[in-house]
């Protein structure tokens, strides 16, 4: 006997959707594969790293409905502990580098969560903005973050004191993995029973706290599992580049990953990976062209539009079209 | 008595200066916020707007001043008020009524400014460039220095021009928010829809009208405060990142939506962060023979130094939210 037919409707569903999940997991391992034998692998990589930063953030915004406006401080310090760590200590290896630097984010996204989490909406918003700023201060004066100039030359080394990241190649598919692997984290984390709380929190916070979850602990725990992994992209992305700046700790990296997250659909599991696509690739377009100073204009402009009419998101959108068509 | 005089030149003047632009900015955040029930986060980068309007005034027609006897920047505020409001007026139109409309949930409006916002920064530094610009063009800053009569002093106190002009603009400008308030038609319906807006609809306030005013009021104030920041120090195009969390910060800790409050807030973090970097051995100087002589006072006793006096702010807004979100005054929880 055929085993779907014993299955319930909802089960039927269920096994649907991971299968579904799962072959869009395999082609994406396909994609990352070849990827670099066709595009510039620095370029893939970049936007690997704020792939892992938006769906960190949309673990938080999508899932727990918080939304940070300070997530630029976790990238941040994750960047320059493990550029400071790797450029002063040459002995270390990149692995320990980007565990140290994760590790700094999750202990300051720890601090941050217990200050900010029992605040909503937009007080949380404001709470996570003003502690983020403090940070960028911090960074600015710091001797340790080499202030405006940022670190440089921070080298890549030798991965497991083996393997050199010397080369793009080997550096790409180093990224790949620690994208895949906070990736299936967060994939983790979404579908297990707590993320399901998180859901509940979202949808309906005070029936959550009256059915007896703790909502702040799953609110704060969430907040750190996301502030880690911003921590983890910001330290590859230091590594990639082999430098750390004052940019990623500006307000204007928190609003980009909110763009991001948005314009490929909040809460879908691989829309921050399209928006984050979407946006470093106008970035580096607009770059080149005569546009080059109009790129927080038209950054602004994509906010409102998608804001306005468009507030699923791409990946939102092509979801929901495919639920109405196919269902 | 010398050291009083710097006290109150770099306590009370400075204090003075910095609280009334910030009470003029967070009056605009907190009328948008309980008429419009969202935090504005483009507002500081309207205020910047008003000031690059005057700025553009004041290099077109540079005399204008010189006919009237005040600085052409002063001349050229109330147009720049217009245009800033008429800015406002139109974004409002254009984008947040639709969502309005939709009844959509703050955080997106948040969301929402955050765009409007990118899109006024990067517009204003492509056509005003990156460096400071002094709105003083044609004429020079006057600076008084006030003579005490008293014989141990010798030192001035210090008020420069734009600082009376400042001064005089924060008074009027209270002044006249508290009589449009309290005694006008439009002002009462604005407090009725502030107070609940369904049943000030249903008592026939026109709210789409209140809406408009509103922001013709915000926009105003927000080229007033922005101005007279640039009159004070210069016009710069990333003035906005300075001024929008103080702001924010003055207008929650004089409680979100009470337009007095927002005053009082903003006075607080402006003498918050002056009294913050200001260094205290200078008034504990004169009393050192009544200390015990193992108390040396240091050369340099702030609480904090003055490469942090912009962090102050930050400071105030966390600990605000986290231990009294309501602010001094009660105001709404979002």
Known sequence: MDTTQTLSPTRQRQRRAQWRRQALTLALLAVGLVAPFVAYPVFLMKVLCFALFACAFNLLLGYAGLLSFGHAAFLATGGYVTGYLLASYPGLTPELGILTGTAAAVALGALFGVLSIRRQGIYFAMVTLALAQLMFFVFVQSPFTGGEDGLHGVPRGELFGLISLNSNLAMYYFVFAVFLIGFAIIQRAVHSPFGQVLKAIRENEPRAVSLGYNVDAYKLLAFVLSAGLAGLAGSTKTLVFQLASLTDAHWHMSGEVILMTLLGGVGTLFGPLVGAGLVVSLQHLLAQSPLGNWVSVILGLIFVVCVLSFRSGIVGEILKSYRKNFK | ?334
């Open chain 2, 1 to 334: 008595m010398n050291e009083l005089v710097f006290f109150i030149n770099n306590v009370v003047v400075a204090g003075s200066v910095t609280g009334s632009i910030y009470a003029i900015g967070a009056v605009g955040v907190t009328l948008i916020f309980s008429i419009m029930r969202f935090a504005h986060f483009a507002h500081a980068d309207m205020m910047t707007f008003g000031a690059l309007m005057v700025l553009v005034l004041t290099t077109a027609f540079p005399e204008v001043g010189g006919a009237v006897g005040l600085p052409t920047a002063v001349v050229m505020l109330p147009l720049a008020m217009a245009l800033t409001a008429l800015l406002a007026v139109g974004i409002d139109k254009g984008f947040y009524k639709p969502l309005r409309a939709h009844g959509v949930k703050p955080i997106v409006m948040v969301i929402g400014s955050l765009g409007v916002a990118l899109i006024l920064q990067g517009l204003i530094r492509l056509f005003a460039g990156t460096r400071a610009q002094s709105l003083y063009i044609a004429e020079r800053k006057e600076i008084f220095r006030l003579e005490l009569p008293f014989e141990s002093v010798t030192r001035p106190i210090i008020v420069t021009e734009p600082q009376v002009i400042l001064f005089i603009l924060t008074l009027a400008a209270v002044i006249g928010l508290h009589l449009f308030l309290n005694r006008t038609r439009t002002g009462k319906a604005m407090r009725a829809m502030s107070d609940n807006p369904d049943l000030a609809r249903a008592s026939g306030i026109n709210t789409s009208r209140i809406v408009t005013i509103t922001w013709i009021i915000a926009g105003g104030l927000a080229a007033v405060a922005g101005t007279l920041l640039s009159l004070d120090v210069a016009f710069k195009p990333d003035l906005s990142f300075f001024l929008l969390l103080p702001i924010f910060a003055a207008a929650i800790v004089g409680g979100v939506g009470h337009p007095y409050g927002a005053i009082a807030g903003g006075f607080v973090v402006g003498f918050a962060e002056t009294l913050a970097v200001f260094n205290w051995a200078v008034l504990l100087r004169p009393l050192q023979q009544h200390f015990p002589d193992w108390l040396e006072l240091p050369r340099n006793l702030a609480f904090v130094g003055t490469e942090y006096k912009i962090v102050v702010p930050f400071f105030i807004l966390v600990a605000i939210l986290v231990w009294r979100p309501t602010g001094i005054f009660k105001g709404k929880v979002i």
